[in-house]
């Protein structure tokens, strides 16, 4: 079964800075897709990024992108220049291509923001 | 406006009693899926549905029945409801079988089970 994994249940970030989360997969398949979605105290999911395991080009939007190495089974999502309003719950998730469109959460990780 | 809508927002069942949970999409997509929200456990599969008529079980089935009516509702029963199922529940749906389209969540019913 896959799984998602990620280990920092809480991260805080200076304003203006960066921060990475981290995130790790377990799966046997070779085709799949990655996402980080975001989750504001609203608790609406709002995607923020999604990258395609075929692609080894690292997936980008503005400021946010992300470090996808398909070996190591890992997928790090950055935030440049954090802005109050990125802080929220921030979501990896993986989803099966093989499997019926099985899409699978991690456990998240809050992301507090401090200006 | 175009999404995924749940009902009820918000409920509060006693242990025993039972409760389904509508959800809706008028986009046309394929896969549905419920999943529910716990602190510190992130968002945890329940049951999802590829296509109209399909439903598999996700990494927590137990204690829940799904039927998919037809492409727009994929409903979510609980038949005699525990303390256990106290939670936010969410709706979500995609479009195709292939390619990283994105998933559209509901707004999440929030469930007490006392």
């Known amino acids: 079964a896959q799984t998602v994994t990620q280990s920092q249940p809480e991260m805080s970030v200076q304003e203006a800075e960066t921060v990475t989360l981290s995130c790790t997969y377990d799966?046997?398949?070779?085709?799949?897709?990655l996402f980080w979605y975001k989750q504001p105290p609203s608790r609406q999911m709002i995607l923020v990024i999604r990258?395609?395991?075929?692609?080894?080009q690292n997936a980008t939007e503005n400021r946010f992108s992300v470090n996808f190495q398909k070996a190591a089974k890992s997928f790090s999502l950055k935030i440049s220049d954090s802005q109050l309003g990125d802080a929220a719950m921030y979501f990896c998730?993986?989803?099966?291509?093989?499997?019926?469109?099985?899409?699978?959460f991690g456990a998240g990780t809050i992301l507090r923001v401090k200006s | 406006n175009a999404g995924v809508t749940q009902t009820p927002k918000f409920q509060v069942l006693k242990t025993g009693q039972s409760m389904t949970l509508q959800c809706a999409q008028d986009m046309n997509h394929n896969s549905m899926y419920w999943y529910r929200q716990d602190p510190g456990m992130g968002l945890r599969l329940i049951y999802y549905?590829?296509?109209?008529?399909?439903?598999d079980k996700g990494e927590v089935p137990n204690g829940y029945n799904v039927s998919r009516l037809n492409k727009r509702e994929f409903s979510l029963r609980l038949e005699s409801a525990a303390p256990s199922q106290t939670s936010v529940y969410f709706c979500a749906s995609i479009r195709h079988l292939s390619g990283a389209n994105v998933l559209t969540f509901g707004a999440g019913s929030r469930l007490t089970v006392l």
């Open positions: 549905s590829a296509s109209e008529g399909t439903t």
């Open positions: 990258q395609e395991a075929y692609k080894q």
């Open positions: 799966t046997s398949e070779s085709d799949y897709y």
């Open positions: 998730a993986y989803r099966s291509r093989q499997y019926g469109n099985k899409l699978v």
